[in-house]
C-alpha cells in the first residue's frame, strides 16, 4: 500500500464529512496553488514523470497516461498534472454556455467497489472562460485535449451549432478536442450517437477534404453501454469523417460489479465509473480495435485501477490511455506506474 492510499486518502475522504465534491472541490484549491510553485513542481516532475514518448495521431505526447475529462473541467490546476506524471490532460466537459449542473449531492463514493457514481451535468464555466484561462497559462509542456458537450439549455436540433461554438471559442488551444455524446446526465445526450445527429456534429468540426484550412484532431467518446452493433455503426460515420480517433469509454449506466455494502449508494443516478466498469472498458476497446482493423487510435478509459489494467488496455489496442477514478482511489503512483507499463511506441 503506497503514502497516498494509508495517509493521503482517508484524509481527504474525510474532508467536508464525507462529501465527495467538496473534496474535490478542496484538493482543486490545493493543486492550482501547487501549480504556481516552480519549485514543488519540479520535485513532484523528479519522482512521478515517465518518459516514454508517443505519436498518436499527428500529436506528441511524453507518455501514452492521460488526466481524463471530469477531474479539472475548467482548468484551474493545469500545471500541476504534468507534474503527477500524466503525459497529457483533458479538460471539461465543457459547453458552450456557463452552466451550474445538476443538483447537489451529485457525486458519491463506491469505496468497497473502487467506484464512484457521478451525476454532475457538465457543471462548468463556459467555453469563452475556459479559453480565457487557457490564453492565459500559456504552453502545458503536455498536450491539451478538450472535451466538448452540449449545453443543458440548448435544444438537441441545435446541438450542432452549440458544440461548433465551444470549438469555435477553443480551437486554437486545444492540441485534440473530444465530442463528448455519452455522457449520460445530460437529458438526451446520448441520442446523439446515433448515425445521423453525430455525423451531422463531425461534419460541422472536421474540415472536408477540399477545405483549405485544416482543424484539429477530432475524437468521439462512446458509452459503454452501447450494443455491438450501435458501436460499428457509429465506427462507420467516424471513419467515413476522418475522425482521428476514439476515446472508449464514458461511465455506465449499469450496476454490474457493485459491492454489496454499496449497493445504497449505487442506486444513486449518474454514471458509475471505476472498477466495476474494467472489463466492460476492455472489451470495448478490443472490439473497436478488432473491427477497424487497428485504423482508428483509441484512447481507453473506464476502470483502470491499477498498472495491470492498464497494460491489458494498451494490449487490447489502445494507442493511449486515461485515469480519474484510479487516481482518486490510488492517486500518482499509479500514473507513474501505468506509464511505465505502455508499450515501446504506439501508432
Known sequence: MTLFEKVVRPRLFR???????????????????????????????RRYAVDRPVDVFGVRFPNAVGLAAGMDKNG???????????????????????????????????????AIV????????GAHALASRLAALGPLGVPL?????????????????????????????????????SSPNTPGLRSLQDRDQLDAI??????????????????VKIAPDLTEHAIAELLEVCL???????????????????????QATAAQAGGLSGAPLTERAHKVVSFVHGETNGRLPIVGVGGLMSADDAARMFDAGA??????????YHGPALVHAAARRAPEATR
Open 145 to 181: 485535449g478538450i472535451s466538448l458537450g452540449k449545453s443543458k439549455v440548448t435544444p438537441l436540433e441545435e446541438a450542432v451549432a452549440d458544440y461548433r461554438a465551444s470549438y469555435d471559442a477553443l480551437r486554437s488551444h486545444g492540441d485534440y478536442f473530444a465530442v463528448n455524446v
Open 319 to 328: 494507442s493511449l490511455v486515461q485515469l480519474y477514478t484510479g487516481f482518486i
Open 15 to 45: 474532508i467536508g464529512g464525507g462529501d465527495a465534491e467538496h473534496a474535490h472541490e478542496w484538493t482543486l484549491r490545493r493543486l492550482a496553488g501547487i501549480s504556481r510553485q516552480p519549485a514543488v513542481l519540479n520535485l513532484l516532475k
Open 202 to 219: 463531425l461534419a460541422a468540426l472536421i474540415p472536408g477534404k477540399s477545405d483549405a484550412a485544416g482543424g484539429r484532431p477530432v475524437l
Open 240 to 262: 467515413a469523417r476522418g475522425v482521428a480517433g476514439l476515446i472508449a469509454t464514458n461511465t455506465t449506466l449499469s450496476r454490474d460489479g457493485v459491492a454489496p455494502a454499496d
Open 76 to 114: 484551474v490546476a493545469l500545471r500541476a498534472w504534468p507534474a503527477l506524471g500524466f503525459g497529457f490532460v483533458e479538460v471539461g466537459t465543457v459547453t458552450a454556455l456557463a452552466q451550474p449542473g445538476n443538483d447537489r449531492p451529485r457525486l458519491f463514493r463506491l469505496p468497497d467497489s473502487g
Open 118 to 125: 457521478n451525476r454532475m451535468g457538465f457543471n462548468n464555466e
